[in-house]
T-cell receptor, first 111, second 115 residues
Framework: ELKVEQNPLFLSMQEGKNYTIYCNYS?????LYWYRQDPGKSLESLFV?????AVKQEGRLMASLDTKARLSTLHITAAVHDLSATYFC???????????FGTGTRLKVLA | GAVVSQHPSRVICKSGTSVKIECRSL??????MFWYRQFPKQSLMLMAT?????????EQGVEKDKFLINHASLTLSTLTVTSAHPEDSSFYIC???????????FGQGTRLTVV
């Protein structure tokens, strides 16, 4: 059974600081996705990581994937208040193509 | 990315009644649709997977007779919550994908409140 864990579950950080969110998964997969969710809203796609070593950056966010370690990271650089949201990683199950979501990280950036 | 439209965005229904949620792929043909449920401050839990023209495959613990899924066309899937109870109150999100190995796209979600 594919399990996906994120840490930390909660993150409160000051504006301007850097931090990393980790996503670990339990079985082999080559596809991983990062999403942002604002309260009461659906998911906003942030990154699609499709191969080992993939690195993508958009603004203050950078995501990477290490399929051998079964680990993805979402790095936040110089956080701003607008980044406050819940971030989810989702791993695509090889064979069934289902997305299994991580536990989520609730990020609060303090002004 | 492609667009998946989900309606209604919010619905309130009385306990014991049924409610239908629609999920449409607007600019692609969704051969597979996924339905998720999300309780407050929790992650998304996959309820079922449906392929166009086939019966849905339900995840363990999800009552198939309570959550009826229809995927009769390549652009429309519906989830009907039958005999709804307050514990069914949740945020329901659909996603659709075209061919295998392509990204799935998510609908806007439906907030269901059963009173």
């Amino acid at each position: 059974e594919l399990k996906v864990e994120q840490n930390p579950l909660f993150l409160s950080m000051q504006e301007g600081k850097n931090y990393t969110i980790y996503c670990n998964y339990s079985t082999t997969s080559d596809r991983l996705y990062w999403y942002r969710q604002d309260p009461g809203k659906s998911l906003e796609s942030l990154f699609v990581l499709l191969s080992n070593g993939a690195v993508k950056q958009e603004g203050r966010l950078m995501a990477s994937l290490d399929t051998k370690a079964r680990l993805s990271t979402l790095h936040i650089t110089a956080a701003v208040h607008d980044l406050s949201a819940t971030y989810f990683c989702a791993v695509e199950h090889s064979g069934t193509y289902k997305y299994i979501f991580g536990t989520g990280t609730r990020l609060k950036v303090l002004a | 990315g492609a667009v998946v439209s989900q309606h209604p965005s919010r619905v309130i229904c009385k306990s014991g009644t049924s409610v239908k949620i629609e999920c449409r792929s607007l600019d692609f043909q969704a051969t597979t649709m996924f339905w998720y449920r999300q309780f407050p401050k929790q992650s998304l839990m996959l309820m079922a997977t449906s392929n166009e023209g086939s019966k849905a495959t339900y995840e363990q613990g999800v009552e198939k007779d309570k959550f009826l899924i229809n995927h009769a066309s390549l652009t429309l899937s519906t989830l009907t919550v039958t005999s709804a109870h307050p514990e069914d109150s949740s945020f329901y999100i659909c996603s659709g994908r075209g061919r295998a190995n392509t990204e799935a796209f998510f609908g806007q979600g439906t907030r269901l409140t059963v009173v």
